[in-house]
């Protein structure tokens, strides 16, 4: 149900969340004495509730109320709705010197705490640029470059929400730039890649850059990427149907046709077989309506594309012939060496195989904590050449610090992080070893309260885990990111930090400052967001290896190829890497797999790539070489097919 008017201009309604119940808006040191304490989860309120409330009879509250909520909800649920609403409408303008002062605070506590950690034990934080988009939505691309896409903003206020959620017609519309990290860090590194125009279903006539934030997204095995889902706005979130893929080979969109039904917050996972099953997203029907319904892209009729000349277009889904019954949105799916798709549930009793051959669905053993994880980040686990048969299940719980591996059916306790964390984002390293990012108190509540950006600053310092599974946290990050960030292990070996509107907002020393010379833009661009650069410690610890030249035609399973290095003593192996696409802390495509090494001759390496699709699905991948200390070369692309 919607929490405030609905006036014909500029709807920007309060959003409801995802997996929580509604929550409130309140700064923190203002409208104390006007308003109640968010309620999250259905909880009780906060000690002194009462005292904070304002009174039924206030005008404030009372101009909010409604008789049709009265009449549905009852009068103790409206005038809580009402409360809400009173809340948001006192919430004021963000200034900029607070945008500046927190910024620079912020700098300041990054240097000061990080000087206590050396470089070639725990890495270390290095650029920091503004970008022209949130980075809500990544993906690497094996052009080397890294798409972000989101939606154009309707407010600058970090105490409100930015994102169209609630909002139709054309103000309701996404965006898409490029980064380039060979060309830097200025406008010119970026180009816009504006998606496909479109009249959406909602009834106003109005076209506009179609709105797939919050969509769901993995790569075909031509290295396209398949997005599907996004919010048509109103009822809370509604789910749009759209089917789109980028081609970052001549860095087009292109729109296919609709799937059978709207998804606002999909998972999307990439199979052996090349396809993609999509699962879960609010429906076409508005928040609250999770459709069990799964689709399969390209449509079983229709061949998968392995070619970069190989653009589905007029490309429909077709249905899965079992559903699968996720009730809350972004479940983790992950296509293990076996050959099925696992999805692990937000709940600890929604966990299933599907078998992509037989269309089928098994249950699998409740996650033993029972409790629910928000969205929190998951990850394969490194399966040495035969690729991942385990999965690691780590945030989404800010009171559990605890890590749970599943394998061969059964769920077992891993070691801990430092602490509980939603939002973040854990990433797999050349080196095997895993790097947790970003995190937050919960979705919109960054520890002091819903819609407070003041967040509380130990999410920013992250945590690394060696070989032996032990975690150890390390240098804090300059912003803390939380709801919407984002991280991408780059073909260099550094890891890109991005995403979290409100944060970017709070923290923005010029919110509404433009810049012009981005290519593809007609004229000046704001900068709504940022990217900060991580450099691991592997790159603090010597020399790198150098990868010359690596297979330029896709490599087949099983068969051997090879490599030259102008450093062949320093390359001790080699492996490849699957690059991010990622969204939500759901990161279904980053996988690691050791490559054999089966013979050296001067500056010639051979080695054999993975057995099946199975073990590795067709597609792009980053290869390593790697000394014996772990030190990673900088990566070559490369591609793996059946039919290569």
Not at 58 to 87: C, K, Q, T, Y
Not at 176 to 194: E, H, I, S
Not at 390 to 396: C, I, Q, R
Not at 512 to 535: A, F, H, K, Q, R
Request: net charge neutral.
């Amino acid at each position: 149900m919607s929490l405030s008017p609905r006036p014909r201009p500029r709807r920007r309604v309060r959003r409801r969340l995802p997996g929580t119940a509604v929550v409130l808006a309140v700064t923190a040191g203002t409208l104390l004495g006007a308003v109640a304490p968010a309620v999250a989860h259905g909880g009780p309120a906060a000690p002194g509730a009462d005292e904070l409330a304002p009174h039924v009879d206030s005008p404030r509250v009372m101009a909010e109320l409604r008789e049709d909520e009265v009449a549905a909800l009852g009068r103790e649920h409206a005038e809580e709705h009402a409360r809400m609403r009173a809340a948001v409408r006192g919430v004021g303008d963000y200034p900029q010197t607070t945008r500046t002062n927190r910024y620079n605070a912020l700098t300041a506590s990054q240097a000061d705490h990080n000087k206590a950690f050396d470089p070639a034990a725990f890495g270390a934080f290095r650029d920091y640029f503004p970008s022209p988009d949130f980075g809500d939505h990544v993906a690497l691309l094996p052009t080397g470059k890294v798409l972000l896409f989101s939606f154009e903003r309707i407010e600058t206020n970090p105490e409100k929400e930015p994102a169209p959620t609630q909002t139709i017609g054309k103000e309701n519309a996404g965006r898409a730039f490029l980064w380039d990290p060979a060309k830097g860090t200025g406008p010119d590194a970026f180009k816009q890649v504006t998606p496909p125009v479109a009249d959406m279903p909602d009834g106003l006539g109005e076209p506009r850059p179609v709105p797939f934030f919050c969509s769901g997204h993995s790569f075909l095995p031509n290295g396209m990427l398949g997005v599907f889902g996004g919010n048509l706005g109103g009822n809370g979130g509604t789910g749009a149907k759209l089917s789109l893929v980028f081609d970052p080979w001549t860095e087009t969109w292109t729109r296919n046709p609709d799937m059978s039904v709207g998804r606002w917050y999909p998972s999307v996972v990439t199979g052996a077989d090349g396809r993609q099953l999509i699962m879960s997203g609010q429906s076409e029907l508005g928040y609250g309506t999770p459709t069990p319904v799964v689709e399969r892209f390209p449509a079983k009729s229709f061949a998968v594309p392995t070619k970069k000349t190989d653009v589905p277009r007029g490309t429909p889904v077709d249905r899965f012939k079992v559903d699968a019954p996720f009730t809350t949105d972004y479940p983790h799916l992950f296509s293990l060496n076996d050959g099925n798709v696992y999805g692990f549930g937000r709940q600890s009793a929604e966990q299933w195989k599907f078998d992509p051959v037989a269309e089928s669905r098994a249950d699998l053993t409740a996650r033993p904590d029972g409790r629910k994880r928000n969205y929190g980040s998951a990850v394969m686990l490194p399966g040495g050449v035969n690729g991942p048969d385990s999965a690691l299940v780590l945030g989404g719980d800010r009171d559990n610090p605890s890590t749970l591996r599943f394998s061969n059916g059964s769920w077992t306790a891993e070691k801990s992080r430092a602490f509980g964390r939603t939002q973040d984002d854990t990433l797999l390293l050349p080196t095997g070893r895993l790097l947790t990012v970003n995190g937050a108190y919960d979705i919109r509540d960054y520890g002091n309260g819903p819609y407070n950006p003041n967040a509380d600053l130990k999410y920013r310092q992250i945590e690394l885990r060696d070989d032996q599974g032990n975690w150890q946290l390390g240098p804090v990050q300059r912003l803390p990111r939380g709801y919407h960030s984002n991280a991408v292990v780059l073909p260099d070996g550094r890891v890109m930090v991005t995403g979290d509107e409100l944060q970017q907002l709070a923290n923005n020393t010029d919110v509404n400052g433009t810049v012009s010379g981005v290519p593809g833009t007609s004229g000046p661009v704001t900068m709504n967001g940022t990217i900060e650069i991580y450099e691991p410690s592997y790159l603090h610890q010597g020399d790198r290896p150098a990868l010359a030249n690596a297979p330029t035609t896709p490599v087949g399973y099983d068969q051997t190829f090879t490599v030259t290095s102008t450093t062949p003593g320093l390359a001790a192996k080699a492996v490849l890497l699957a690059p991010t696409t990622s969204t939500h802390s759901v990161n279904t495509s980053q996988r690691h797999i050791e490559l054999r090494l089966t013979s050296r001759a001067g500056n010639r390496l051979q080695f054999q790539a993975p057995p099946d699709a199975k073990a590795a699905p067709p597609g792009w991948y980053m290869l390593f070489l790697l000394s014996d200390q772990g030190v990673p070369s900088v990566a070559q692309w490369v591609q793996l097919g059946p039919s290569a």
